[in-house]
Nanobody, 123 residues
Framework: VQLQAFGGGLVQAGDSLRLSCAAS????????MGWFRQAPGLEREFVAAINWNGASTEYADSVKGRFTISRDNGKNMMYLQMSRLNPEDTAVYYC?????????????????WGQGTQVTVSS
């Protein structure tokens, strides 16, 4: 499986944005997926994760209630719907995948990473 994240951009505080992650290759549905982000000068941090069929999700406290992770196994796609964005959400966002069914929140456990997509939120 190879991953490609896209959909980032420059938005204003309070706006919404949807990120997408396209996966190539077979067996996408056998992978747990996640979104991570890294702001300049900071370490990569967990944002959201989803299990193989989308029935189970986890969120970082900082995005809970504002972001929604989802996936469409029929299209080999994962999404991150972001609302009520604020400048602290500015970062490069990465999608990641690992074989297995369960939700995984630790970046160290992910095997596959896509290139990042920049999200910039202006105040």
């Amino acid at each position: 499986v190879q991953l490609q994240a896209f959909g980032g951009g420059l938005v204003q505080a309070g706006d919404s944005l949807r990120l997408s992650c396209a996966a190539s290759g077979r067996s996408f549905s056998t992978y747990a997926m996640g979104w991570f982000r890294q702001a300049p000068g900071l370490e990569r941090e967990f944002v959201a994760a989803i299990n193989w069929n989308g029935a189970s999700t986890e969120y970082a406290d900082s995005v809970k209630g504002r972001f929604t992770i989802s996936r469409d196994n029929g299209k080999n796609m994962m999404y991150l719907q972001m609302s009520r964005l604020n400048p602290e959400d500015t970062a490069v966002y990465y999608c990641a995948a690992r074989p297995g069914a369960a939700v995984v929140t630790s970046g160290r456990l992910y095997d596959l990473w896509g290139q990042g997509t920049q999200v910039t939120v202006s105040s």
